[in-house]
């Protein structure tokens, strides 16, 4: 038992020692802006993905509400629920596997079963917006399904057609209304960024792995702090707009 305590007690007499990534000096400098570099690259998959999953997301909720039927002489082919029974696979499929083992079929299996040449860059943003896109796609669904019936019979007395009545009516009251899930969404995806250092992407924990090895694992604890208020700063902003988003679209 001494010896345990002598061993948590020198740990907590731990040496700190941030000049080796602050620009205070020559040798710190050099790191301090290898480490922060990584910020772009972060922020481009994390946009890039959210991106796309929106775009994937919402086509996905459009089909799931769709009553698409194709009629052949006295027949009438219910396609949507077809479309139906894709999305729900899919979504199926895309939110119970691990991020991370879909990481590593995207890298590791695609560029064999496909004819496409995948890097690390490619990997990580297909992998994180067809996650994206299973949560939003939930998200649009269930917000425009929360829109009052009588708002849409309203646009079409009007005259609107379908799709104006969606993109005017629908679509502004649904996204207002489902702001807070979409917000997490985006931190997830931030969060999960980082897994992309695991096949070679050199966004902000790559450049945190490798520095650690520069420093032959000599200052782990102030490079992974310093790695953790990265992260921070974009949460904590990226959380600070989305609240001020909300306040700006809410409905007085």
């Known amino acids: 038992m001494l010896l345990g305590l002598s061993g948590c007690a020198s740990r907590l007499n731990y040496d700190w020692d941030f000049s080796v990534i602050l620009p205070t000096n020559p040798a710190g400098e050099g790191r301090f802006f290898y480490l922060i570099e990584g910020f772009r690259l972060t922020l481009e998959i994390s946009l890039l993905s959210i991106v796309f999953g929106i775009i994937v997301g919402l086509l996905l909720a459009f089909l799931g509400l769709s009553r698409f039927t194709i009629k052949i002489s006295h027949l009438d082919l219910k396609v949507y629920v077809l479309f139906q029974l894709f999305i729900r696979a899919y979504l199926e499929v895309i939110r119970d596997l691990p991020v991370f083992v879909l990481l590593l079929w995207a890298y590791f299996a695609m560029p064999i079963l496909t004819p496409f040449d995948i890097g690390p860059w490619q990997a990580v943003i297909f992998t994180l917006s067809i996650i994206a896109s299973a949560y939003f796609s939930e998200i649009f669904r269930a917000g425009i399904e929360s829109i009052d019936r009588g708002h849409i019979e309203a646009a079409r007395s009007l005259g609107m057609s379908g799709w104006q009545t969606m993109r005017r009516i629908i679509l502004p009251q649904a996204v207002r209304r489902v702001l ?36 032959n ?29 909300e306040k700006k679209t809410a409905i007085p």
């Open 217 to 245: 694992l000599s200052r782990l604890a102030e490079i992974y702090l310093f790695l953790a208020l990265e992260f921070l700063i974009i949460l904590v902003a990226l959380s600070r707009f989305f609240q001020w988003l």
């Open 180 to 215: 807070p899930p979409i917000t997490s969404e985006f931190v997830i995806t931030v969060k999960n960024s980082a897994l992309g250092a695991f096949v070679g992407l050199l966004e902000l924990t790559r450049r945190a792995f490798q520095m650690n090895a520069n420093l």
